[in-house]
């Protein structure tokens, strides 16, 4: 659930080319076409834009990180106390190396 509930709808009618031209501004912002248009809207600031590597690195190592937190829970299910031991050890690895990725972006 979200912080902030929003429950009023806009609908706005664009042209085609505004419409690509919004999509195209909200994908360099790397950010929904919904969410780029309420931050201009309100006169708000677009966060900084991560770079596409940093953003695939942070996918991946997330689905890693919760891979190894499964396996380790496997494992455990299973008695194989040493094992679940290493993968939990891994899964918090991912999780730290991801958290600095985050905190390392976002002094670019």
Same mark, same amino acid.
């Given at each position: 659930?979200?912080?902030?509930? #929003?429950?009023?709808?806009?609908?706005?009618?664009?042209?085609?080319?505004?419409?690509?031209?919004?999509?195209?501004?909200?994908?360099?912002?790397?950010?929904?076409?919904?969410?780029?248009? #309420?931050?201009?809207?309100?006169?708000?600031?677009?966060?900084?834009?991560?770079?596409?590597?940093?953003?695939?690195?942070?996918?991946?190592?997330? #689905?890693?990180?919760?891979?190894?937190?499964?396996?380790?829970?496997?494992?455990?299910?299973?008695?194989?106390?040493?094992?679940?031991?290493?993968?939990?050890?891994?899964?918090?690895?991912?999780?730290?190396?991801?958290? #600095?990725?985050?905190?390392?972006?976002?002094?670019?």
């Amino acid at each position: 659930m979200s912080r902030y509930p #929003r429950s009023t709808r806009r609908m706005i009618r664009l042209t085609e080319e505004e419409d690509r031209r919004l999509v195209a501004h909200a994908q360099d912002a790397g950010l929904p076409p919904a969410v780029y248009t #309420r931050l201009r809207a309100l006169a708000r600031p677009t966060p900084p834009r991560r770079n596409a590597i940093n953003s695939d690195v942070l996918v991946h190592a997330n #689905r890693a990180a919760l891979t190894c937190s499964e396996m380790a829970q496997a494992a455990s299910n299973v008695g194989d106390l040493a094992g679940a031991r290493k993968l939990h050890a891994a899964a918090a690895a991912l999780t730290d190396f991801v958290q #600095r990725l985050i905190r390392d972006s976002k002094g670019q």
